[in-house]
């Protein structure tokens, strides 16, 4: 040992006074070959703990992207919730008042032509048919149509048989009848049409 690494060797001995030996490292009071198996030692240590470090940033990473991706899906399903609530929040109501559409259809159709030439009710006449437009109006406007029917194909999704009837007029399977109309609200079934189906003949 040169006498510049005494000076430097009697202060951290000085330091180390009063420290219980089981707390001094090999490596405190070792020589070199002590040193170095101590720093080969600490040097394992560590890659040991920064591979375990990198293991646990590559969990939390996929950790992260797990809870976005559940927030990014909690997020849409409210959207659409919140949606289907705007879209269909009419649904009861529409269904309920179909029945005064179809009493008005009703009273409409069962207008006979000599009223609808006579002068008194001819005003009357005109007055409840712009009712029925003006109803189908606001229908419309909030995304409730009328289901077409007669002259297509049965749909089971729209059109509801209630009886089949033998003609060789149209081919077997097509409406020919609407005895109810049909609505559809956006695109939910509000009510299925009620309709007559062509057979063939017995």
């Given at each position: 040992?040169?006498?510049?690494?005494?000076?430097r060797?009697?202060?951290?001995?000085?330091e180390l006074?009063?420290?219980?030996?089981?707390?001094?490292?090999?490596?405190?009071?070792?020589?070199?070959?002590?040193?170095?198996?101590?720093?080969?030692?600490?040097?394992a240590?560590?890659?040991?703990?920064?591979?375990?470090?990198?293991?646990?940033?590559?969990?939390?990473?996929?950790?992260?992207?797990?809870?976005k991706?559940?927030?990014?899906?909690?997020?849409?399903?409210?959207?659409?919730?919140?949606?289907?609530?705007?879209n269909?929040?009419?649904?009861?109501?529409a269904?309920?008042?179909?029945?005064?559409?179809?009493?008005?259809?009703r009273?409409?159709?069962?207008?006979?032509?000599?009223?609808?030439?006579?002068?008194?009710?001819?005003?009357?006449?005109?007055?409840?048919?712009?009712?029925?437009?003006?109803?189908?109006?606001?229908?419309?406007?909030?995304?409730?149509?009328?289901?077409?029917?007669?002259?297509?194909?049965?749909?089971?999704?729209?059109?509801?048989?209630?009886?089949?009837?033998?003609?060789?007029?149209?081919?077997?399977?097509?409406?020919?009848?609407?005895?109810?109309?049909?609505?559809?609200?956006?695109?939910?079934?509000?009510r299925?049409?009620?309709?007559?189906?062509?057979?063939?003949?017995?």
């Amino acid at each position: 040992m040169n006498e510049k690494d005494k000076p430097r060797d009697e202060a951290a001995e000085a330091e180390l006074k009063g420290v219980p030996e089981e707390f001094l490292k090999d490596s405190d009071r070792g020589g070199e070959e002590g040193s170095n198996e101590a720093g080969e030692g600490e040097n394992a240590d560590l890659s040991e703990v920064i591979a375990q470090l990198r293991s646990d940033l590559e969990a939390a990473k996929q950790d992260v992207l797990y809870a976005k991706a559940d927030t990014q899906n909690v997020r849409r399903r409210m959207e659409k919730d919140i949606q289907d609530a705007r879209n269909y929040a009419a649904t009861g109501f529409a269904r309920d008042i179909l029945s005064v559409a179809d009493n008005l259809a009703r009273a409409i159709e069962a207008i006979p032509e000599s009223l609808r030439e006579d002068d008194k009710m001819k005003g009357l006449v005109i007055g409840i048919e712009a009712t029925q437009r003006e109803m189908e109006k606001v229908f419309k406007s909030h995304g409730i149509e009328r289901i077409a029917a007669v002259g297509l194909p049965l749909d089971p999704n729209q059109h509801q048989a209630m009886m089949e009837v033998p003609t060789d007029e149209h081919e077997p399977g097509t409406v020919v009848q609407e005895m109810q109309s049909g609505w559809m609200i956006k695109d939910r079934l509000l009510r299925p049409a009620m309709v007559g189906v062509a057979k063939k003949p017995d």
